[in-house]
């Protein structure tokens, strides 16, 4: 395991520094991620065959030039992280009472840190060439396993947790095997995310096609949620699922009367509500986390979200039968 190899680090300096020096590092370790970033982008030019899996024609710009001049992408990936650390290590933001000891906090946001990095990057693609690299999604997908393997207490709620059974002395209900592999828990963390996650992607890209009468979510939506769902979780990936199309409305209401663009790929929505997830995660656990111990109301839930994308959908029709300039 590795906790019991390098139990020290546990993320320091990001969570023992005083806070400003602490936000000043973390600000620092953004930049630096972002120019490598950039430099992973370029990398990843478009192949000539590939451009006629996106349908397009020609590629506007590449991925590198669609970060932006120099230091753009930098800046934003430094104000991203330093944000997040700032708001889990000050604001508390994920301090649960079945968050787990705090030495494992520094693992986690190394590990979080790294989901931002990588939504950037799928946001960047996908808002330029409406696709999300395999790369990409592959990368985070093993981070996701990997850290459920070596470290194995990264999770932000154990795999099962049922508040509706809690007893006054040990708390919510836990299976015990939970408790005694902590192995197999991490591992099972990471694959029921990525499945409740692309599975539920599924049935809301097939809602959509049904809505719209054409695809409106591609399969690199389903996979970049795969990844999402193996490091958050499937209880949080299902919020993420929820805040998505309700992200969406806005942003498609706000790009419409900016720019008259209605097309819009969906996979900068799921990562902006991935974000907003890990950055409000306790105010939206602590208040609805009997709900994930309680089957129907796990539906109700998806229903939610099932509900929220159909208004934007029908949002976007209407949106297309307005004249333009």
Same mark, same amino acid.
């Given at each position: 395991?590795?906790?019991?190899?390098?139990?020290?680090?546990?993320?320091?300096?990001?969570?023992?520094?005083?806070?400003?020096?602490?936000?000043?590092?973390?600000?620092?370790? /953004? /930049?630096?991620?972002?120019?490598?970033?950039?430099? =992973?982008?370029?990398?990843?030019?478009?192949?000539?065959?590939?451009?006629?899996?996106?349908?397009?024609?020609?590629?506007?710009?590449?991925?590198?030039?669609?970060?932006?001049?120099?230091?753009?992408?930098?800046?934003?990936?430094?104000?991203?992280?330093?944000?997040?650390?700032?708001?889990?290590?000050?604001?508390?933001?994920?301090?649960?009472?079945?968050?787990?000891?705090?030495?494992?906090?520094?693992?986690?946001?190394?590990?979080?840190?790294?989901?931002?990095?990588?939504?950037?990057?799928?946001?960047?693609?996908?808002?330029?060439?409406?696709?999300?690299?395999?790369?990409?999604?592959?990368?985070?997908?093993?981070?996701?396993?990997?850290?459920?393997?070596?470290?194995?207490?990264?999770?932000?709620?154990?795999? =099962?947790?049922? =508040?509706?059974?809690?007893?006054?002395?040990?708390?919510?209900?836990?299976?015990?095997?939970?408790?005694?592999?902590?192995?197999?828990?991490?591992?099972?963390?990471?694959?029921?995310?990525?499945?409740?996650?692309?599975?539920?992607?599924?049935?809301?890209?097939?809602?959509?096609? =049904?809505?719209?009468?054409?695809?409106?979510?591609?399969?690199?939506?389903?996979?970049?949620?795969?990844?999402?769902?193996?490091?958050?979780?499937?209880?949080?990936?299902?919020?993420?699922?929820?805040?998505?199309?309700?992200?969406?409305?806005?942003?498609?209401?706000?790009?419409?009367?900016?720019?008259?663009?209605?097309?819009?790929?969906?996979?900068?929505?799921?990562?902006?509500?991935?974000? /907003?997830?890990?950055?409000?995660?306790?105010?939206?656990?602590?208040? /609805?986390?009997?709900?994930?111990?309680?089957?129907?109301?796990?539906?109700?839930?998806?229903?939610?979200?099932?509900?929220?994308?159909?208004?934007?959908?029908?949002?976007?029709?209407?949106?297309?039968?307005?004249?333009?300039?």
């Amino acid at each position: 395991m590795l906790a019991a190899i390098a139990p020290p680090w546990t993320g320091a300096p990001l969570t023992t520094l005083p806070a400003v020096p602490r936000l000043i590092v973390a600000a620092v370790v /953004g /930049g630096l991620l972002g120019l490598l970033l950039r430099v =992973w982008l370029r990398r990843l030019a478009t192949p000539v065959d590939r451009l006629g899996e996106t349908g397009l024609k020609h590629v506007a710009r590449t991925w590198s030039s669609a970060a932006g001049p120099f230091p753009l992408l930098e800046v934003v990936t430094a104000g991203l992280v330093a944000g997040y650390v700032g708001l889990v290590t000050l604001a508390g933001v994920q301090q649960l009472p079945e968050q787990g000891h705090p030495d494992w906090l520094g693992f986690r946001i190394a590990l979080h840190v790294g989901l931002i990095v990588l939504l950037l990057a799928a946001t960047f693609v996908d808002l330029w060439e409406y696709i999300i690299p395999d790369e990409i999604v592959l990368t985070g997908l093993a981070a996701g396993f990997l850290a459920g393997a070596l470290v194995q207490h990264v999770h932000l709620v154990p795999l =099962w947790i049922d =508040w509706n059974q809690e007893h006054p002395i040990t708390g919510p209900y836990i299976p015990e095997w939970m408790k005694q592999y902590s192995l197999a828990h991490g591992l099972a963390v990471a694959a029921c995310g990525a499945v409740v996650a692309a599975g539920g992607t599924w049935l809301l890209r097939l809602l959509s096609a =049904w809505v719209l009468g054409q695809e409106a979510l591609g399969f690199g939506d389903v996979t970049l949620m795969a990844m999402i769902g193996s490091i958050l979780g499937w209880q949080a990936s299902l919020c993420v699922l929820l805040l998505a199309p309700l992200v969406g409305v806005v942003v498609a209401l706000l790009v419409r009367v900016q720019s008259g663009r209605v097309a819009l790929p969906f996979g900068p929505f799921l990562a902006v509500a991935a974000v /907003g997830v890990l950055c409000t995660w306790k105010w939206m656990w602590l208040p /609805g986390r009997l709900i994930f111990g309680h089957w129907p109301s796990l539906l109700g839930l998806f229903g939610g979200a099932a509900v929220a994308l159909v208004l934007l959908l029908g949002l976007v029709r209407g949106l297309r039968a307005l004249p333009t300039r």
